[in-house]
């Protein structure tokens, strides 16, 4: 099989192209990172030196492609199937990646400053940087709620790369900085994500590590 993708089933990151591939079914095999274990970082940051999940190995192309955008935009050009996560037309093209970067940095980036604050040792909070990541949350979700009013996913009809970033992202900030009972259009929308059986299969297979999520004093 020529696509090795490496990753773990927790990481919001590495939920995003996991819900590309299986979209279009596409043939790969998974190595679980565990970079608690001093093997399994070993070897991952043998291809990776950076040590950031995800990391997609394409053997038959003799490629390693990290970062979850990338790694779609690759399988998009690459191993294109039924689902077009980019469109062709550049205008639309422009946009979706736009939409992609916005939910990366307005709602995973706060979503994970917020959740690392939590396990940090005693006395090395950053309580004025968590209330900044939750008013970049929160001005995101002004925004989302906006465009979701017209649309059925993050771009209008047609699921994408967008959507791919949106639904981790959404999934978890949920659990940081609750919208369900505030912003009823994305609300909906997660509704949708949730609903997707690519997402909803990613979810399943992450279901053993979810007890190892912080869930206190993340509200």
């Known amino acids: ?6 990753f773990h089933p927790l990481a919001s990151f590495c939920h995003k192209p996991l819900i590309a591939l ?7 095999e998974t190595v679980l990172v565990d970079l608690g274990d001093e093997s399994s970082s070993a070897d991952f940051k ?3 030196p950076v040590g950031k999940m995800p990391v997609l190995r394409d053997a038959a192309r003799d490629r390693v492609v990290p970062e979850s955008t990338i790694i779609i935009e690759y399988l998009d050009k690459y191993y294109p ?3 077009r996560f980019i469109p062709a037309d550049p205008e639309e093209a422009w946009r979706t990646r736009l939409s992609d970067r916005f939910y990366d940095l307005y709602v ?3 979503m994970q400053k917020i959740v690392v604050d939590r396990i940090r040792p005693a ?15 929160r001005t995101a979700y002004g925004m989302i709620e906006r465009d979701m009013a017209t649309r ?5 009809d047609a699921f994408t790369m967008a959507d791919c970033a949106a639904a981790p992202a959404l999934f978890y900030a949920e659990k940081v900085e609750p919208f369900a009972a505030t912003h009823k259009h994305m609300a909906a929308y997660f509704d949708r994500l949730l609903n997707r059986p690519s997402f909803a ?12 999520f912080p869930t206190r004093n993340l509200n």
Do not use: C
């Open 22 to 28: 299986y979209e279009n079914d596409t043939p790969f």
């Open 123 to 137: 006395g090395q909070h950053d309580g004025f940087g968590v209330e900044q990541a939750r008013e970049t949350l």
């Open 1 to 6: 099989m020529s696509l090795t993708y490496h």
């Open 46 to 48: 043998e291809l990776w």
């Open 108 to 110: 995973q980036e706060p």
């Open 81 to 83: 199937g039924k689902i």
């Open 152 to 156: 059925t996913w993050a771009m209008g």
């Open 201 to 212: 299969r990613v979810l399943k297979e992450a279901e053993p590590y979810f007890k190892f």
